[in-house]
């Protein structure tokens, strides 16, 4: 059937026999040509291949160029895993006019993979007058587009705190920040809080000690039951359903009250690097 498709070019003549008809915009979202192709992405455009072909059948006009993402992160990580570099002084050492070249080299020879992989899933897309993200034509219509929205007033500068890779020395996208995700252990704490206008500590759990250097506050659940107990000398007040949990017998309930209560009592901080200079 492939042969048969390509040989007399059914895909081209599917959409010469549709010229002048109401069109169907599709936009490839170009592939990142930094490795061969995996199970996901035969996934991503097989969903990718529906609409044009379904629209397609509908009598539109759908012309489907393709596109490769071939400049970026992804792909300076793969040559830099081929070189067995891992910073950026290595990188102006090896030299960047050189490493650039050895990017565009990968990409291209990935291409083929994916060219080959694309033909075979019956993707029906145009790789023959494909884009490519690293020719100057691409890179100066990006600026023209750019320009374009400033123009019109469309663009603003803003703050926004994003995760950040020393090692590569750039921001990390979201998707980028969750492929590393991994659950781990890590070390929480309890510790004692002096209230300051009585004989009494709030028992805290934390699971970012690290925090408790600029400590300043407390949460408290205005509906939950509290109580105070004495233990060994001291009262704690702590949350009444993990009383029996956290606090080994013997041990005396002195009050039962609602976290409501709480709300607005000053404690002693561990430390005083940080003074709050009004109430929560």
Known sequence: ILEFWKKDKIFQRSLKNREGNKKFIFYEGPPTANAKPGVHHVLARAFKDIFPRYKTMKGYYVSR???????????????EKKLGINSKTEIE???????NELCRKSVLEYIKDWIEMTDRIAFWIDTSDAYFT??????ETIWWILKQIYDKDLLYQGYKVIAYCPRCGTPLSSHEV??????????????????????????VWTTTPWTLLS?????????????????NDERLILAKTLLEEIVKQP???????????????RYKPLFNYITPEKDC
């Open 251 to 265: 041990f005396k309930t002195l009050e039962t009250f609602k976290g409501s209560s709480l709300i607005g009592k």
């Open 215 to 231: 400590n300043v506050a407390l949460a408290i659940n205005p509906d939950e039951d509290y109580v105070k107990i004495s233990k």
């Open 178 to 203: 969750a492929q590393g995700y991994r659950e781990v252990e890590d070390p929480s704490v309890y510790v004692k809080f002096k209230l300051k206008d009585e004989d009494s500590y709030f028992l």
């Open 65 to 79: 160029k393709g596109g490769w993402d071939t400049h970026g992160l992804p792909v300076e990580i793969e040559i």
């Open 134 to 139: 690293f020719t100057n034509d691409y890179i």
């Open 93 to 99: 050492e090896f030299g960047v006019k050189r490493f």
